[in-house]
């Protein structure tokens, strides 16, 4: 309940027209790292206003989903992905439609690049991430951190932020940006040119929200190794079939 003087402020401010400034948007998640901005904050959301590249962001924050279990991050990218392009899905028999989820997304082709068995054990790495997703049709290009500079990974994601029917998940690892704790997979929906960062639209929504991250943090949150695949972990770019 409101407390008295907060009616009578609020009241007085719609007596006179005023506009009252939005608090930041309560959220049951893990405090952030100072180094991190929740979309949720009024800075967090300027930043979006704001920001140079956009183009995914409206396409993949209509198709958000947490995932479904903790070690479905990749599944649940997958998912957002494949609906926000609108490639031909499964049937959804819960809704009789055809629309990709984290139940129809897995059949012969998926279980021949990793058994869901297995990844609901230890998740996807970056190449059987890639392999899922492209065992549809799309054109996927893996970028593994370590092999790529700085330079050529803003580059590379920025520029597939600002074109449609394209778009970028990333693998990094959560402790390298202040985040608890080990590797983890989410679209990334925007990128600010004038703070240098990206947004990662967090797809464990339980835990953090959707923050912005320095380049160089989730750059080199990419240059580190994933001990399932004894390789660092990167990005995918995923394009529509031309
Ligand atoms: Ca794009």
Not at 73 to 82: F, K, N
Not at 122 to 127: F, H, P, S
Not at 214 to 228: K, M, P
Request: with cysteine; proline share 5%; net charge negative.
């Amino acid at each position: 309940m409101p407390s008295f003087s907060g009616m009578v402020l609020s009241s007085l401010a719609l007596l006179l027209g005023i506009a009252v400034a939005p608090a930041s948007i309560k959220a049951q998640t893990l405090p952030l790292d100072e180094s991190l901005t929740s979309l949720l904050s009024p800075e967090g959301q300027q930043l979006l206003q704001e920001s140079e590249a956009q183009t995914d962001y409206v396409p993949l924050a209509s198709q958000f989903v947490t995932q479904q279990n903790q070690a479905f991050c990749g599944i649940a990218s997958t998912v957002m992905i494949l609906n926000a392009l609108g490639i031909p899905a499964p049937e959804a028999p819960e809704w009789e439609r055809q629309y990709f989820t984290q139940e129809n997304i897995f059949n012969p082709a998926t279980e021949a690049v990793i058994e869901r068995s297995l990844i609901e054990r230890q998740g996807l790495t970056l190449a059987e991430l890639a392999g899922i997703i492209s065992s549809y049709p799309v054109t996927v290009e893996v970028l593994y951190g370590a092999e790529v500079t700085l330079d050529e990974f803003r580059q590379a994601i920025a520029t597939n932020l600002a074109e449609g029917d394209n778009f970028v998940v990333v693998n990094y690892l959560r402790r390298a940006i202040g985040q608890e704790t080990g590797g983890h997979i989410s679209p990334i929906a925007a990128y600010d040119a004038d703070t240098d960062r990206f947004l990662i639209l967090d797809v464990s929504r339980y835990k953090y929200p959707p923050v912005w991250v320095e380049a160089e943090a989730l750059w080199q949150a990419t240059d580190t190794i994933d001990s399932v695949s004894e390789r660092s972990r990167g990005v995918v770019l995923v394009s529509a079939l031309e």
